[in-house]
């Protein structure tokens, strides 16, 4: 259950942000909070802290910054830590991906200077594609949760942190369907200690920072916590849990399209949609294995916001198809290519092409921020289990197991704007709008 919204706990003391994961991703959303804080740059994308939020009536003109109308944690209250299999600080590991400028980068060295990478729990045969020295030994994998529990802690003593939440922004492991040993708590902890093939080393992480009180959110198509044997523990610890697979570049732009053709029942005959990226995420995703995993995540998108049972004439016979090909020199300038063949009235075609030459980890930055503080957010409400109303920062949205997913981009801000007015006591906005009119 929900506590009032009186009982929301104050935002008091340091806010530790762990991130399995040190490469592009974490190293852009830790260099571009550093530059935030020191003004040097705005928080671009991020929904917290540029966002705001309708209260009451139209009339009313109440429209507060959203970090002004919830008790957020403040860009100077984090700090941060995390795991990679490479042993580079953030300022090296960050000039190696190429996402950012030099100059910015040299503005904010000592910022990334600071946080070095503990040593991850890794297996390349979960992503057969990367090979690091800077590795955890063990006996089993239960000695490796031990260790990330371990590691937690130390980072919470060092960093004198009240709260902690854990984003995965690590790689897309292997394609994995949920297992026996996946249903249940005890099943889960036997198969640790049994090394069990289907526990990847993301499912650890998850383990580990539950384990530690710990919410967590996973930004990859992997299956990590999206399973019972993680419900289990998050129920039983209250704590919130959320994912999968950040949504970012083309899967944005199809959560944006798809509802507005399906609002105008136009068809869609097919949806071809190809990437180009050369950044780690493209190399791993160049093995079959990985692709899988990615795959599944971007092809669900359509089939949940079209429903074409409900309109079989639509889009009964949709054909929709993604690659992402792996281009070294795009760097992580990713680019993605969409041809749609809609139809309208009488039946008669028409095309749709697109060309997105995007940023992926530019992208996926303030979708960390955003989940970082939400997280932190609904922890200290009282909230636990899944967090639907974070199903607008993911591709593949966790829900319960008797729900679809919600993968309309604009349903899902208002279920997540919904959220907080609830939190807050604020009226729910229906967009009705006849009381205007009495």
């Keep these: 259950m929900i506590k009032s919204p009186a009982e929301i706990k104050p935002a008091e003391g340091r806010l530790g942000v762990l991130l399995p994961g040190l490469g592009a991703v974490s190293t852009t959303f830790i260099a571009g909070v550093a530059a935030v804080r020191r003004g040097l740059a705005l928080p671009i994308g991020s929904l917290t802290q540029m966002g705001t939020i309708r209260l009451g009536r139209r009339t009313e003109h109440r429209t507060p910054k959203i970090k002004d109308f919830v008790p957020l944690a403040g860009l100077d209250d984090l700090v941060f830590g995390g795991w990679d299999i490479f042993p580079e600080n953030c ?4 000039v190696r991906a190429g996402v950012l400028e030099r100059e910015l980068l040299a503005q904010v060295k000592p910022e990334l200077e600071a946080v070095t990478p503990m040593k991850a729990v890794f297996s390349p045969e979960y992503v057969t594609r990367l090979h690091g020295p800077w590795v955890k030994p063990g006996q089993s994998k239960l000695d490796w949760a031990e260790a990330l529990i371990t590691d937690i802690e130390s980072f919470r003593q060092r960093e004198r942190c009240q709260r902690l939440v854990m984003i995965w922004c690590g790689s897309t492991e292997i394609y994995l369907e949920a297992q026996p040993v996946h249903q249940s708590l005890a099943a889960f902890e036997q198969g640790l200690r049994d090394n069990h093939p289907a526990i990847a080393p993301s499912m650890i992480y998850a ?24 419900r289990e523990l998050a129920r039983e610890r209250g704590l919130c849990i959320a994912g999968k697979d950040f949504k970012t570049g083309q899967t944005l732009l199809k959560t944006v399209l798809a509802p507005g053709l399906r609002e105008r029942m136009l068809g869609i005959s097919g949806w071809f949609s190809t990437n180009i990226l050369g950044n780690r995420d493209g190399e791993v995703l160049d093995d079959p294995a990985a692709f899988h ?13 079209l429903q074409p049972e409900l309109n079989p004439e639509l889009y009964g016979n949709l054909y929709h198809k993604v690659r992402i090909n792996y281009y ?14 809609i139809f309208g009235w009488l039946g008669y075609p028409m095309q749709i092409k697109l060309d997105f030459l995007c940023r992926d980890s530019i992208l996926a930055a303030p979708l960390v921020l955003d989940l970082a503080l939400f997280l932190d957010l609904g922890q200290r409400a009282g909230l636990r289990d899944i967090q639907e109303w974070l199903s607008f920062y993911f591709k593949t949205p966790m829900v319960a ?5 919600e993968h309309n981009l604009f349903v899902q801000l208002t279920k997540l704007n919904n959220v907080l007015r609830y939190l807050r006591g604020e009226t729910q906005i229906t967009h009705l709008g006849l009381e205007y009119y009495d």
């Design 91 to 94: 300022y090296e590991a960050a």
């Design 207 to 230: 383990y580990a920072a539950l384990r530690s009180g710990v919410p967590f959110a996973n930004g990859a198509p992997n299956l990590t916590v999206d399973i019972p044997a993680m």
């Design 401 to 405: 197991p008797e729900l679809y997913p």
């Design 293 to 305: 995993t990615k795959e599944v995540s971007k092809l669900g998108v359509l089939e949940h916001i």
């Design 328 to 341: 070294p020199p795009r760097g992580d300038n990713k680019e993605g290519w969409d041809n749609i063949d």
